[in-house]
């Protein structure tokens, strides 16, 4: 089992759409997960971070987090052209180092 | 969000000569910098963490003779691929983060092409 798995999608929506990433991991004491976004060429640029169990909004972002399901989400309101990138989940099982989930293409269509 | 720079942003040589690419993190004190290697359409892979002033800490698979890492300051680490090969093409980014906090910020990349 990986240890950070995500669909690798495409996921396509169209704009205006709410875009649901999702993400499971496997150590269960994992404590900081973080989602990334990555366009074609460029290195990851950080979205969001979340700690906590629960919701976490930021602007049309919104993480969201279960720690008993080992399970983290991203969720994209409002979705634009702009939004097309690779999203990558990334977990932190001891909060030094990081793994990274093969990432979710996601692709908005105008 | 932190700023971390790389240099040179793409660099092409020949095989067998060795290429230094250098990681600084701009605006904080990076007390763990970790260098990562990405090839087209495929995810990160980190290669090797390194903490200013110890040795780096090297995946499995990754040979530490080859990829040399050196993390001097809290602010500068740099990778050396040496006796490169064509094999060795791919997008070399590096990341900083702070035990302040566990984000880590990532520098633009160095695309090294081996020809």
């Known amino acids: 089992q990986k240890e950070v798995e995500q669909n690798s999608g495409p996921l396509s929506v169209p704009e205006g759409a709410i875009a649901s990433l999702n993400c499971t991991y496997s150590d269960r004491g994992s404590q900081s997960f973080f989602w990334y976004r990555q366009y074609s060429g460029k290195s990851p640029e950080l979205i969001m971070f979340?700690?906590?169990?629960g919701d976490k909004e930021d602007g049309r972002f919104t993480a969201q987090l279960n720690k008993a399901s080992q399970y983290v989400s991203l969720l994209i309101r409002d979705s634009q052209p702009s939004d097309s990138a690779t999203y990558l989940c990334?977990?932190?099982?001891?909060?030094?180092?990081?793994?990274f989930g093969a990432g979710t293409r996601l692709t908005v269509k105008p | 969000g932190a700023v971390v720079s790389q240099h040179p942003s793409w660099v092409i040589c020949k095989s067998g000569t060795s290429v230094k690419i250098e990681c600084r993190s701009l605006d904080f004190q990076a007390t763990t910098m970790f260098w990562y290697r990405q090839f087209p359409k495929q995810s990160l892979m980190l290669m090797a963490t390194s903490n200013e002033g110890s040795k780096a800490t090297y995946e499995q698979g990754v040979e530490k003779d080859k990829f040399l890492i050196n993390h001097a300051s809290l602010t500068l680490s740099t990778l050396t691929v040496t006796s490169a090969h064509p094999e060795d093409s791919s997008f070399y980014i590096c990341?900083?983060?702070?035990?302040?906090?566990?984000?880590?910020?990532f520098g633009p990349g160095t695309r090294l092409t081996v020809t």
């Open positions: 990334a977990v932190n099982p001891n909060n030094n180092d990081m793994r």
């Open positions: 979340i700690y906590s169990n």
């Open positions: 990341s900083a983060g702070s035990l302040v906090s566990y984000e880590q910020y």
